[in-house]
């Protein structure tokens, strides 16, 4: 796996954009160690899937990026232990459009602005915020899609406890039944999770998490202004 590419792609992300490393601190621990879980699986998946160079960088920086818009959520509601009311649900709901809002990107960088808006549609067209269905859902939101929920079912949240990888899988091909997703796309995410070298995606982790606070300390926009905060 390559490591080193990981890290060069999310520094060229903060290089060109260096106000994202201000919002991802904004976001609270738990939706940040997410996202840094999520960036290092997608580029492992993304590998096992022989995606071209430009689909594994936007795949990537799209999956660190993806729940962005979460920063403007309040923490109460966001980290809140119990059932949610359906309006806090609906606020919930508004963070892929927020981070849109929070998080304008170039047209070269499309991909990514898909995934952060589109991570939450189902293929049957029941998810949110647009309704997509089927195709119509851009392919790499579709790998980011699998990837999120099975990150959130295998770590445990303040408001649930951490799945273990068989319940994880029985849950995701449950869903699949469902029309939740592309049933193509979760036959390879199966395989590949049984060729999938745990130890690696930790020890890749651990990697990550040097070089954020590496690159964090030593930005030179670090304590500057958010350009790009709504």
């Known amino acids: 796996m390559s490591h080193y ?3 060069d792609q999310l520094q060229a992300l903060k290089q060109n954009l260096p106000a994202i490393a201000e919002t991802i601190d904004r976001l609270d621990p738990e939706t940040r160690h997410h996202c840094e879980r999520l960036a290092i699986a997608a580029q492992n998946f993304g590998e096992y899937l022989a995606l071209s160079a430009t689909d594994l ?3 990537v920086w799209g999956a660190y990026l993806h729940d962005i818009g979460k920063a403007a959520i309040p923490t109460d509601i966001l980290l809140k232990p119990a059932a949610l009311t359906n309006a806090e649900r609906q606020v919930i709901q508004e963070h892929p459009a927020l981070g849109i809002a929070i998080c304008p990107l170039p047209e070269s960088m499309q991909a990514v602005a898909e995934i952060i808006r589109h991570h939450h549609e189902l293929w049957n067209g029941q998810g949110y915020p647009d309704r997509l269905a089927g195709e119509e859902i851009p392919y790499l939101v579709r790998i980011v899609q699998i990837l999120d929920v099975y990150d959130a079912m295998t770590n445990e949240r303040c408001y649930k406890r951490a799945y273990s990888k068989p ?3 029985a849950i995701l091909l449950t869903e699949t039944a469902k029309g939740f997703y592309q049933p193509e796309l979760i036959a390879a995410f199966m395989a590949y999770l049984e060729v999938a070298d745990d130890l690696s995606d930790r020890a890749s982790e651990a990697e990550f998490k040097i070089y ?3 690159s964090n300390s ?3 926009l670090k304590h500057q202004a958010l350009q790009l905060a709504s």
């Open 57 to 59: 960088q936007m795949l």
């Open 167 to 169: 319940e994880a899988i």
């Open 218 to 220: 030593t930005n030179p």
């Open 5 to 7: 590419t990981l890290n």
């Open 212 to 214: 954020a606070k590496m």
